[in-house]
Nanobody, 120 residues
Framework: QVQLVESGGGLVQAGGSLRLSCAAS????????MGWYRQAPGKQRELVAI???????NYADSVKGRFTISRDNGENTVSLKMNSLKPEDTAVYYC??????????????WGQGTQVTVSS
């Protein structure tokens, strides 16, 4: 009943920038924390950045100062602006949202993932 759709991935050279976006839709009552995770080949999925409905943020140490997360509560969207990209940022990036929806109660939902590839 809740879908997260991501956009904005792609191929970029080291030092470049990309912006990821994610929109939540469905029978949504409330969206609490939204965030981005990533998974590189052969590695576990890891937190990149999260943002609360009040705008509080938390970042992985590896992206602090380079990535910025933001959200639009009215549109149920979350974005990730990625600057100064490095080859080690290459991964599939997943949008996630903690949502209270319909008669499903409160659950964590995930997007399908979008590939980010940074060439050296």
């Amino acid at each position: 009943q809740v879908q997260l759709v991501e956009s904005g991935g792609g191929l970029v050279q080291a030092g470049g920038s990309l912006r990821l976006s994610c929109a939540a839709s469905g029978s949504i009552f409330s969206v609490y924390v939204m965030g981005w995770y990533r998974q590189a080949p052969g590695k576990q999925r890891e937190l990149v950045a999260i943002i609360t409905s009040g705008g509080g943020t938390n970042y992985a140490d590896s992206v602090k100062g380079r990535f910025t997360i933001s959200r639009d509560n009215g549109e149920n969207t979350v974005s990730l602006k990625m600057n100064s990209l490095k080859p080690e940022d290459t991964a599939v990036y997943y949008c996630a949202a903690d949502v209270r929806a319909g008669n499903m109660g409160r659950n964590m939902y995930w997007g399908q993932g979008t590939q980010v590839t940074v060439s050296s």
